[in-house]
Protein backbone atom coordinates (compact mmCIF):
# COMPACT_ATOMS: atom_id res chain seq x y z
CA UNK A 1 0.00 0.00 0.00
CA UNK A 2 1.17 3.47 -1.28
CA UNK A 3 2.05 5.77 2.14
CA UNK A 4 -0.92 8.54 2.34
CA UNK A 5 1.30 11.43 2.48
CA UNK A 6 2.36 10.62 -0.95
CA UNK A 7 -0.83 10.05 -1.94
CA UNK A 8 -2.48 12.80 -0.75
CA UNK A 9 0.78 14.81 -2.09
CA UNK A 10 -0.01 14.01 -5.79
CA UNK A 11 -3.33 14.22 -5.52
CA UNK A 12 -2.79 18.19 -4.40
CA UNK A 13 -0.60 18.49 -7.11
CA UNK A 14 -3.90 17.53 -9.37
CA UNK A 15 -3.17 13.87 -9.80
CA UNK A 16 -6.89 12.72 -9.92
CA UNK A 17 -6.04 8.88 -10.75
CA UNK A 18 -4.45 8.73 -7.22
CA UNK A 19 -7.34 10.03 -5.81
CA UNK A 20 -9.22 7.25 -6.79
CA UNK A 21 -6.71 5.04 -4.63
CA UNK A 22 -7.90 7.53 -1.52
CA UNK A 23 -11.50 6.72 -2.43
CA UNK A 24 -10.98 3.14 -2.87
CA UNK A 25 -9.34 3.33 0.68
CA UNK A 26 -12.00 4.81 2.47
CA UNK A 27 -15.74 3.95 0.79
CA UNK A 28 -16.25 2.45 3.20
CA UNK A 29 -15.80 4.35 6.29
CA UNK A 30 -18.03 7.36 3.99
CA UNK A 31 -20.66 4.54 2.30
CA UNK A 32 -21.60 2.91 6.01
CA UNK A 33 -21.79 6.55 7.62
CA UNK A 34 -24.26 8.18 4.97
CA UNK A 35 -25.81 4.93 4.91
CA UNK A 36 -26.51 4.51 7.93
CA UNK A 37 -27.21 8.20 8.91
CA UNK A 38 -29.52 8.78 5.66
CA UNK A 39 -30.96 5.90 5.43
CA UNK A 40 -32.16 6.40 1.77
CA UNK A 41 -29.78 4.31 -1.02
CA UNK A 42 -31.18 6.70 -3.58
CA UNK A 43 -29.64 9.72 -1.78
CA UNK A 44 -26.55 7.47 -0.62
CA UNK A 45 -24.35 7.52 -3.68
CA UNK A 46 -24.87 11.11 -4.73
CA UNK A 47 -23.99 12.21 -1.34
CA UNK A 48 -21.25 10.00 -0.69
CA UNK A 49 -19.84 11.13 -4.11
CA UNK A 50 -20.24 14.68 -2.87
CA UNK A 51 -18.30 14.29 0.32
CA UNK A 52 -14.94 12.90 -1.70
CA UNK A 53 -15.64 15.98 -4.20
CA UNK A 54 -15.65 18.00 -0.45
CA UNK A 55 -12.36 15.85 0.12
CA UNK A 56 -10.99 16.23 -3.51
CA UNK A 57 -11.08 20.45 -3.01
CA UNK A 58 -10.34 20.46 0.39
CA UNK A 59 -7.21 18.21 0.29
CA UNK A 60 -4.86 20.99 0.40
CA UNK A 61 -6.00 22.31 3.84
CA UNK A 62 -5.06 18.85 5.57
CA UNK A 63 -2.56 19.38 7.76
CA UNK A 64 -1.94 15.98 9.54
CA UNK A 65 -3.42 17.34 12.53
CA UNK A 66 -5.65 14.60 12.39
CA UNK A 67 -5.94 11.13 11.07
CA UNK A 68 -7.12 11.70 7.83
CA UNK A 69 -10.14 9.26 8.42
CA UNK A 70 -11.13 11.40 10.88
CA UNK A 71 -11.24 14.19 8.64
CA UNK A 72 -12.99 12.18 5.76
CA UNK A 73 -15.77 11.24 8.82
CA UNK A 74 -15.99 15.08 9.94
CA UNK A 75 -16.85 15.96 6.02
CA UNK A 76 -19.41 12.62 5.86
CA UNK A 77 -20.84 13.74 9.19
CA UNK A 78 -21.73 17.61 8.08
CA UNK A 79 -22.88 16.45 4.66
CA UNK A 80 -25.29 14.04 6.60
CA UNK A 81 -26.84 15.95 8.94
CA UNK A 82 -27.11 18.90 6.55
CA UNK A 83 -28.98 16.64 4.00
CA UNK A 84 -31.20 15.80 6.85
CA UNK A 85 -31.82 18.86 7.90
CA UNK A 86 -32.37 20.18 4.65
CA UNK A 87 -34.85 17.15 3.74
CA UNK A 88 -36.65 16.49 7.41
CA UNK A 89 -35.46 20.16 9.19
CA UNK A 90 -34.41 20.65 12.08
CA UNK A 91 -37.21 18.91 14.45
CA UNK A 92 -36.49 15.65 13.68
CA UNK A 93 -32.80 15.85 14.43
CA UNK A 94 -33.44 17.30 18.26
CA UNK A 95 -36.46 15.73 19.17
CA UNK A 96 -34.40 12.34 19.26
CA UNK A 97 -35.12 12.59 23.01
CA UNK A 98 -38.98 11.89 22.14
CA UNK A 99 -37.98 9.71 19.36
CA UNK A 100 -36.19 8.00 21.82
CA UNK A 101 -39.26 7.53 24.30
CA UNK A 102 -41.56 6.55 21.64
CA UNK A 103 -39.24 4.15 20.26
CA UNK A 104 -38.69 2.52 23.57
CA UNK A 105 -42.30 1.91 23.96
CA UNK A 106 -43.41 0.48 20.60
CA UNK A 107 -43.41 -2.84 20.71
CA UNK A 108 -43.42 -4.68 17.33
CA UNK A 109 -45.77 -7.65 16.70
CA UNK A 110 -44.17 -10.90 17.58
CA UNK A 111 -45.45 -12.51 14.40
CA UNK A 112 -43.56 -9.40 12.57
CA UNK A 113 -40.44 -9.72 14.16
CA UNK A 114 -40.41 -13.68 13.84
CA UNK A 115 -40.42 -13.37 10.27
CA UNK A 116 -36.73 -11.33 10.27
CA UNK A 117 -34.52 -13.13 8.40
CA UNK A 118 -32.20 -13.69 11.23
CA UNK A 119 -30.81 -11.81 14.61
CA UNK A 120 -28.57 -10.07 12.51
CA UNK A 121 -30.98 -8.33 9.81
CA UNK A 122 -33.51 -8.01 13.10
CA UNK A 123 -30.80 -5.74 14.43
CA UNK A 124 -30.14 -3.73 11.31
CA UNK A 125 -33.50 -3.09 10.64
CA UNK A 126 -33.76 -1.59 14.46
CA UNK A 127 -31.01 0.35 14.43
CA UNK A 128 -32.77 2.06 11.10
CA UNK A 129 -35.11 2.79 13.84
CA UNK A 130 -32.84 4.65 15.96
CA UNK A 131 -32.86 8.30 16.92
CA UNK A 132 -30.14 10.21 14.24
CA UNK A 133 -27.26 10.69 17.10
CA UNK A 134 -27.62 7.21 18.81
CA UNK A 135 -27.05 5.94 14.83
CA UNK A 136 -24.54 7.66 14.29
CA UNK A 137 -22.38 6.81 18.01
CA UNK A 138 -23.80 2.98 16.94
CA UNK A 139 -21.92 3.68 13.34
CA UNK A 140 -18.85 5.46 14.01
CA UNK A 141 -17.69 3.04 17.37
CA UNK A 142 -18.45 -0.60 15.90
CA UNK A 143 -18.42 -0.17 11.86
CA UNK A 144 -16.37 1.98 11.87
CA UNK A 145 -14.28 1.74 14.99
CA UNK A 146 -13.61 4.76 15.94
CA UNK A 147 -12.64 5.60 19.70
CA UNK A 148 -14.78 8.04 21.65
CA UNK A 149 -11.82 10.92 21.32
CA UNK A 150 -12.51 10.35 17.87
CA UNK A 151 -16.53 10.39 17.76
CA UNK A 152 -16.13 13.60 19.84
CA UNK A 153 -13.91 15.42 16.86
CA UNK A 154 -16.11 14.49 14.20
CA UNK A 155 -19.53 14.96 15.91
CA UNK A 156 -18.67 17.91 17.94
CA UNK A 157 -20.53 15.84 20.97
CA UNK A 158 -18.96 15.91 24.42
CA UNK A 159 -17.25 12.69 24.79
CA UNK A 160 -19.83 11.76 27.95
CA UNK A 161 -22.56 12.22 25.36
CA UNK A 162 -21.08 10.02 23.17
CA UNK A 163 -20.54 7.34 25.87
CA UNK A 164 -23.97 8.19 27.00
CA UNK A 165 -25.85 7.56 23.52
CA UNK A 166 -23.92 4.79 22.48
CA UNK A 167 -24.93 2.98 26.39
CA UNK A 168 -28.47 4.07 25.54
CA UNK A 169 -28.28 2.72 21.89
CA UNK A 170 -27.01 -0.32 23.21
CA UNK A 171 -29.49 -1.00 26.07
CA UNK A 172 -32.04 -0.12 23.78
CA UNK A 173 -30.86 -2.85 21.08
CA UNK A 174 -30.10 -5.53 23.55
CA UNK A 175 -34.27 -4.61 24.97
CA UNK A 176 -35.02 -5.24 21.52
CA UNK A 177 -33.52 -8.52 20.78
CA UNK A 178 -34.32 -10.02 23.76
CA UNK A 179 -37.72 -10.01 23.25
CA UNK A 180 -36.87 -11.06 19.51
CA UNK A 181 -35.05 -14.16 21.16
CA UNK A 182 -38.01 -15.07 23.64
CA UNK A 183 -40.60 -15.41 20.27
CA UNK A 184 -38.38 -17.29 18.56
CA UNK B 1 -31.56 -8.96 36.15
CA UNK B 2 -28.43 -6.94 37.00
CA UNK B 3 -27.32 -4.04 34.30
CA UNK B 4 -24.45 -3.98 32.45
CA UNK B 5 -22.10 -0.77 33.14
CA UNK B 6 -19.89 1.12 30.39
CA UNK B 7 -17.13 -0.78 31.45
CA UNK B 8 -18.40 -4.08 31.32
CA UNK B 9 -19.78 -3.41 28.09
CA UNK B 10 -16.49 -2.14 26.65
CA UNK B 11 -14.54 -5.49 28.41
CA UNK B 12 -17.54 -7.40 26.35
CA UNK B 13 -16.64 -5.94 23.16
CA UNK B 14 -13.33 -6.45 23.66
CA UNK B 15 -13.83 -10.00 23.78
CA UNK B 16 -16.12 -10.22 21.35
CA UNK B 17 -13.76 -8.66 18.99
CA UNK B 18 -10.68 -11.44 20.09
CA UNK B 19 -12.80 -14.03 19.41
CA UNK B 20 -14.04 -13.43 15.39
CA UNK B 21 -16.96 -12.47 16.21
CA UNK B 22 -18.84 -16.09 15.56
CA UNK B 23 -22.39 -15.55 16.29
CA UNK B 24 -23.64 -17.44 19.44
CA UNK B 25 -26.74 -18.52 21.27
CA UNK B 26 -27.65 -16.30 23.50
CA UNK B 27 -28.21 -17.76 27.40
CA UNK B 28 -30.49 -15.57 29.56
CA UNK B 29 -27.27 -13.40 31.09
CA UNK B 30 -27.42 -9.94 29.40
CA UNK B 31 -23.79 -10.36 28.75
CA UNK B 32 -24.75 -13.21 26.06
CA UNK B 33 -27.40 -10.63 24.72
CA UNK B 34 -24.53 -8.15 24.16
CA UNK B 35 -22.09 -10.52 22.70
CA UNK B 36 -24.56 -11.24 19.82
CA UNK B 37 -25.33 -7.39 19.29
CA UNK B 38 -21.87 -6.35 19.40
CA UNK B 39 -21.28 -9.18 16.60
CA UNK B 40 -24.20 -8.27 14.22
CA UNK B 41 -23.34 -4.15 14.96
CA UNK B 42 -19.82 -5.53 13.28
CA UNK B 43 -21.64 -6.59 10.17
CA UNK B 44 -21.63 -4.56 7.46
CA UNK B 45 -24.99 -3.69 6.42
CA UNK B 46 -25.35 -5.32 3.28
CA UNK B 47 -27.18 -2.83 1.45
CA UNK B 48 -24.33 -0.32 1.41
CA UNK B 49 -21.64 -2.96 0.15
CA UNK B 50 -21.99 -2.66 -3.83
CA UNK B 51 -21.90 0.97 -4.11
CA UNK B 52 -18.63 1.54 -6.41
CA UNK B 53 -17.64 5.16 -5.82
CA UNK B 54 -14.17 5.45 -7.56
CA UNK B 55 -14.86 5.79 -10.79
CA UNK B 56 -17.82 8.17 -10.18
CA UNK B 57 -16.27 10.05 -7.93
CA UNK B 58 -13.15 10.87 -10.70
CA UNK B 59 -15.50 11.13 -13.56
CA UNK B 60 -17.31 13.72 -11.53
CA UNK B 61 -14.22 15.62 -10.66
CA UNK B 62 -12.94 15.07 -14.62
CA UNK B 63 -16.32 17.27 -15.17
CA UNK B 64 -15.75 19.89 -13.17
CA UNK B 65 -12.36 20.53 -14.21
CA UNK B 66 -13.60 20.92 -17.64
CA UNK B 67 -16.03 23.01 -16.61
CA UNK B 68 -13.76 25.21 -14.89
CA UNK B 69 -11.34 25.29 -17.48
CA UNK B 70 -13.89 25.97 -20.43
CA UNK B 71 -14.92 28.77 -17.71
CA UNK B 72 -11.23 30.39 -17.82
CA UNK B 73 -10.76 29.72 -21.61
CA UNK B 74 -14.34 31.79 -22.30
CA UNK B 75 -13.42 34.73 -20.00
CA UNK B 76 -9.90 34.76 -21.96
CA UNK B 77 -12.11 34.92 -25.27
CA UNK B 78 -14.35 38.09 -23.97
CA UNK B 79 -10.93 39.55 -22.62
CA UNK B 80 -8.99 39.26 -25.61
CA UNK B 81 -12.15 40.02 -27.62
CA UNK B 82 -12.72 43.03 -25.49
CA UNK B 83 -9.09 44.57 -25.01
CA UNK B 84 -9.19 43.78 -29.23
CA UNK B 85 -11.95 45.87 -30.03
CA UNK B 86 -10.90 48.52 -27.51
CA UNK B 87 -6.55 48.85 -29.24
CA UNK B 88 -8.71 48.92 -32.70
CA UNK B 89 -10.61 51.58 -31.37
CA UNK B 90 -7.90 54.05 -30.33
CA UNK B 91 -5.72 52.36 -33.04
CA UNK B 92 -7.90 53.84 -35.73
CA UNK B 93 -9.04 56.68 -34.03
CA UNK B 94 -5.32 57.69 -33.48
CA UNK B 95 -4.17 56.75 -37.46
CA UNK B 96 -8.26 57.69 -39.13
CA UNK B 97 -10.56 59.56 -37.35
CA UNK B 98 -12.31 59.61 -40.65
CA UNK B 99 -12.17 56.14 -40.97
CA UNK B 100 -12.90 55.46 -37.42
CA UNK B 101 -16.71 57.40 -38.03
CA UNK B 102 -17.69 55.30 -41.08
CA UNK B 103 -16.66 52.36 -39.58
CA UNK B 104 -18.62 53.27 -36.56
CA UNK B 105 -21.29 53.72 -39.02
CA UNK B 106 -21.06 50.67 -40.71
CA UNK B 107 -21.26 49.08 -37.10
CA UNK B 108 -24.69 50.35 -36.21
CA UNK B 109 -25.81 49.47 -39.84
CA UNK B 110 -24.90 45.81 -39.15
CA UNK B 111 -25.23 45.44 -35.37
CA UNK B 112 -27.89 42.98 -35.39
CA UNK B 113 -25.98 40.57 -37.61
CA UNK B 114 -23.12 41.31 -35.40
CA UNK B 115 -24.93 40.05 -32.27
CA UNK B 116 -26.59 37.19 -33.91
CA UNK B 117 -23.02 36.15 -35.23
CA UNK B 118 -21.69 36.14 -31.35
CA UNK B 119 -25.01 34.63 -30.02
CA UNK B 120 -24.24 31.62 -32.64
CA UNK B 121 -20.75 31.37 -31.45
CA UNK B 122 -21.78 31.29 -27.95
CA UNK B 123 -24.42 28.91 -28.08
CA UNK B 124 -22.23 26.27 -29.99
CA UNK B 125 -19.68 25.91 -27.57
CA UNK B 126 -22.01 25.67 -24.84
CA UNK B 127 -23.54 22.80 -26.85
CA UNK B 128 -20.27 21.17 -27.67
CA UNK B 129 -19.01 21.31 -24.00
CA UNK B 130 -22.53 19.89 -22.51
CA UNK B 131 -22.15 17.37 -25.30
CA UNK B 132 -18.39 16.17 -24.03
CA UNK B 133 -19.55 16.54 -20.76
CA UNK B 134 -22.13 14.24 -21.29
CA UNK B 135 -19.99 11.77 -23.14
CA UNK B 136 -17.56 12.10 -20.36
CA UNK B 137 -20.18 11.07 -17.92
CA UNK B 138 -21.72 8.06 -20.14
CA UNK B 139 -18.19 6.43 -20.87
Known sequence: ?184 | MKELSEKELKRLLEEQLEQDGKQRSPGNDDAAFYRLLFTALADEPDAFKNIDLAESVVKQIQVNELKKESIRYNLLIVFVFIAGMLSAYFAISYISPVFLKSALNFIDVYKWIAVFIILCFGIIQIADKNLVKKNLLSS
Open chain 1, 1 to 184: MQNEEEIISRVVNGDVMAFKILVKQYEKLVTFMIGRLVQNTEDTQDLCQEVFIKVYKHLSGFKFQSKLSTWIAQIAYGTAINHLKKVSGKRNLTDDVADFENYHKTTEDPESILIKKNTSSFIHQQIEQLPVHYRTVLTMYHLNEFSYQEIEEITGMPEGTVKNYLFRARKLLKEKLELYMQYQ
